[in-house]
């Protein structure tokens, strides 16, 4: 039996990173049959329910009100139209609804007070309901609980040492704290980063250093793609490939077996086969939906055309024992 580790050392985490990538997937996929269904993908949809205009510096990002690109700003969306998208979600085959907004934190408003009424009508959908809201404090936590939210995300985006290359508007202890409060209010934590930033091995290696030595292991664990977006710093920045990829997934699982390992952005970019590779190494959670924010991300058709291929089934969501919805196709 594999055991679970929260003591993981840069060195040994660093060792699993760069072992032969044959010999890593394998590895990665012991482990992920040891404590999940190697059938079972989590399908998630995720909605940008405010666009733009954050005030934040993220070198990645599009939505910084600062870079000129060509997403457009649009306010919070009215509950009523996030609520339809997340039942056509449901009936798509998503169990878990994340909504995210370009703050750079939560305040205590009426645009709060409206998120927390979205959350409680997708809760009522028995649909895992996840935010992304910027930084929280202890008490927004906790009214995010009472209303019925299951997930909060808040990415690392990359290691500490690199990460001030990326942001200088908030720091990575700003994030860790986040993190923090978050797990007093009891809510499941989804943390992980961006590949392709610029950084080098070793900056991915000490951002899984840091996820996997948390006293808790993030429950879900997204690895992430740049796509670059015309307008900000990182435009120019090369595809990062499929191998890239895969070490990052392989290693997550190694170090953190139980969690949900989040094939994230980029994913548009890749074929059948190496998304396969990405599944076989220990993905077991896809985002569906045309966009992820403001990027692309594949169509729901080809997603079920993607687990007819390799005989995948979406995953039951997590608080409830019915049977996941099967994809259908929303007449147009």
Not at 2 to 18: A, F, G, H, L, P
Not at 194 to 219: F, K, S, Y
Request: aromatic content about 6%; glycine content about 6%.
């Amino acid at each position: 039996m594999t055991e679970i580790r929260n003591d993981w050392t840069k060195e040994e985490i660093e060792k699993i990173y760069n072992q032969p990538i044959l010999e890593l997937i394998y590895q990665a996929a012991t482990v992920h049959r040891e404590f999940n269904d190697p059938s079972e993908v989590q399908v998630c949809t995720l909605l940008s329910v405010k666009t733009g205009g954050c005030p934040e510096d993220c070198a990645y990002c599009p939505q910084a009100a600062r870079y000129h690109t060509d997403v457009k700003v649009h306010k919070l969306l009215p509950t009523e139209e996030v609520l339809e998208s997340a039942r056509i979600a449901k009936e798509n085959g998503s169990t878990r609804f994340c909504m995210g907004a370009a703050w750079r934190e939560v305040r205590d408003n009426r645009d709060f007070d409206r998120v927390l009424d979205m959350v409680k009508g997708i809760n009522e959908l028995d649909l895992e309901v996840c935010c992304t809201l910027g930084m929280l404090t202890e008490s927004q936590a906790q009214k995010l609980k009472e209303a019925g939210l299951y997930a909060y995300n808040h990415n690392l985006d990359t290691s500490e040492e690199h990460y001030d290359d990326i942001i200088s508007t908030r720091t990575y202890d700003d994030r860790l704290d986040t993190i923090g409060n978050v797990r007093k209010a009891k809510i499941s934590v989804c943390s992980g980063g961006i590949i392709g930033l610029g950084e080098q091995h070793e900056d991915r290696v000490g951002m899984l250093h840091t996820l996997a030595t948390m006293e808790e292991h993030p429950e879900s664990v997204p690895v992430n793609a740049l796509v670059p977006v015309p307008g900000t710093p990182l435009e120019k920045q090369p595809k990062v490939s499929v191998w890239e990829m895969v070490r990052m997934i392989a290693t997550a699982r190694i170090t953190m077996p139980k969690a949900m390992v989040r094939l994230s952005a980029g994913r548009v970019r890749m074929n059948q086969e190496e998304q396969a590779m990405c599944f076989m190494a220990g993905a077991n959670s896809i985002f569906a939906g045309d966009k992820l924010l403001t990027t692309p991300n594949p169509e729901v058709n080809e997603d079920a055309e993607l687990f007819q291929t390799l005989n995948l089934k979406p995953r039951k969501a997590f608080k409830n024992g019915e049977p996941a919805v099967e994809f259908q196709q929303i007449p147009s």
